[in-house]
Each structure stands twice: as structure tokens, then as C-alpha cells.
């Protein structure tokens, strides 16, 4: 066959490719919003809410709404990062048994290397900050003494992570007094952000570590309980020698939280009918960007548009 004439039957065949590929010719949506309307009302449950009705006019294949609040917020739609106003920090003990005072101390390090060993914890520097909080104060007592919550925010240091550790020192028992156990309990360290609290660390998240360091370690006295309890003892056999226990944590992460992306609410798919009107109930009075994205698809081609409304549901 001419070269010719194959040639005019290539581009003949593109142009009837071309033609059938009706994505070429894919429309943006029509979809506007006209306008809203605040109405009090109540949820299934009775609580009241602020039932915002949005009328619409044109169409879209697919609908999605960001309302304007926490996890929904078009403002956030490639990521939302939290930075944390305070570190509140609580734990519960008891004492029992001994009379040997001061046993127990409470530290923190940002440069501690997580290497759980004597010689790696004193070549750390740790900020003693035990007077922030209560002990338990009543020996025998098994309740647990609340420590209070206090705000540890200050000993923060951007890019890296925090220690907590509990530091155990027995002194010779024959000059000092017996040896007390201390149990710690309840442990809490939780970031303050704009969304509320968010935990950090706990009780069993804080993966306690015992350290044992001293001329002569009693086996079995510092151990790590069910729920991971803490609890230290001194020594029972060779009581006149110095020894020291640390309960250090795992490292906590104190930099800003990524919470990953907020996401829309789908509000119409592709085999619905046209949507004339939507309504979101909000929990809270309280002003909202409201952001719509209406889209029209093929497999190759997208065209959308973004329609935003400042809604005032005070």
C-alpha cells in the first residue's frame, strides 16, 4: 500500500479516537451554593444543635463538604500539625514498710542517649523535679497519693525527646533506716492543644526500664508489675551498701503532633440524582468556612470547582 495513503488512514483513525473519547469535551460543574439557613434544633440523642441547611443550584457528578470543624476543615486539607501549649504531667504513689525518708525522686533528661546502663544515665544531664509534685507522704498507707498535675512544658527542647525517670536510693540501712516500697502508679504525660488533649505518654506506653547500680544488688527487689506498675525496693540481705535504681521511660516525642489531612464529607456520588440542598447539624455555635468541591470525572480527565461560604451559626 502507498506510504501515502496509510499515512491519511493513521490520522483518520486518531480522529475517530479523538471523537469518541468524550472526556475531551468533559464540562465543569454548574454547581453553585445560593445560600444558607440557621435553624436551632436538636439531635437524635435531644442534644442542641445549629441545623445549617445549604440550598444549591447546578450539578456535579460528585458533591464533598468540609464543614469548617477539627478533622473536617478545608484549611487543613494537606495536613494539620498540632503544637502543644503545656505538657501536663501526673502519677499516683504509695509507700510502705521501711522508715528511711527521701528514697524517691523524679527526674527528666532531653539528652539522655537511651542507652539503659549506669554509666549512660549519669553521663546524661537530668533536672531533678520532684519538688513540682507530691509524694506519698503516709507509710503503709495503700492508696495512692495523687502527685497533682503540673505543667513540665519548660524542660521541652525542640527536636528532641524526653525522659522521664524515677530514682531510687537506699543508704546504708543501719544508719539510715530500712529501706520503704515505692510504688508508682497512673503515670500521665499529655500535650494541651487547640483540639484539647492529647496523650503522649502513659502508664504502659512509657515502657519502664529498671536500671540497678551499686557495690551490691539484691536480685528480685526492683521489678516491674502487672500494668506496669512500678516497684522499688532496696535491698533485704546486704542492707549496709549504697545502691540506686532508676525507672526510666522510653523516649516520648514532644514535638508538634501530625495529624494527617482533614477530610471531606461525601455528599453526593455519581448515581445520585441532583442535589437541591444539604444540612449540617453543628454541636457548637460558633462561625464556619464552610468549603464545597464539586467535581465532574473520567478516568483521564477531572474538572472541579470550590465554592466557599463563611456561615455564621451563632
Known sequence: ?????????????????AGCDKSLDLDAPTFNVKGYTVADDVDTLGNPVKKVTFNFEGD??????????????????????LDYDALLMSFSTTVQYGTQPNQLSVWASTDFDGTYTPEHIHAANWTNITNRFTLAATV?????????????????VEGKPLYIGFKYVTLPQSTAGTQNTWKIRNFLLTGQSNIGPITLSDQVSAGWLLV?????????????????????????VNINVYTET????????????NLGPDRSIAIKSYTDPVLNS???????????????????????????????VNVDAN
Do not use: C
Open 246 to 257: 532508676w525507672a526510666i521511660s522510653k523516649s516520648i516525642s514532644t514535638s508538634k503532633a
Open 1 to 17: 500500500m502507498n506510504l501515502k495513503y496509510i499515512v491519511i488512514y493513521i490520522s483518520a483513525f486518531i480522529l475517530v479516537l
Open 60 to 81: 456535579a457528578k460528585l458533591i464533598s463538604v468540609y464543614p469548617g470543624e477539627i478533622g473536617n476543615d478545608y484549611a487543613y486539607a494537606q495536613g494539620r500539625e
Open 212 to 236: 540497678n547500680d551499686g557495690e551490691i544488688i539484691d536480685p528480685g527487689r526492683a521489678q516491674i508489675e502487672s500494668g506496669n506498675v512500678v516497684n522499688l525496693r532496696g535491698n533485704n
Open 140 to 156: 503503709g498507707s495503700s492508696t495512692p497519693a495523687s502527685s497533682g498535675t503540673q505543667d513540665i512544658s519548660d524542660l521541652k
Open 278 to 308: 444539604y444540612t449540617y447539624n453543628y454541636t457548637k455555635p460558633g462561625n464556619y468556612t464552610v468549603v464545597f468541591v464539586a467535581q465532574n470525572s473520567t478516568l483521564k480527565h477531572e474538572k472541579s470547582v470550590i465554592r466557599t
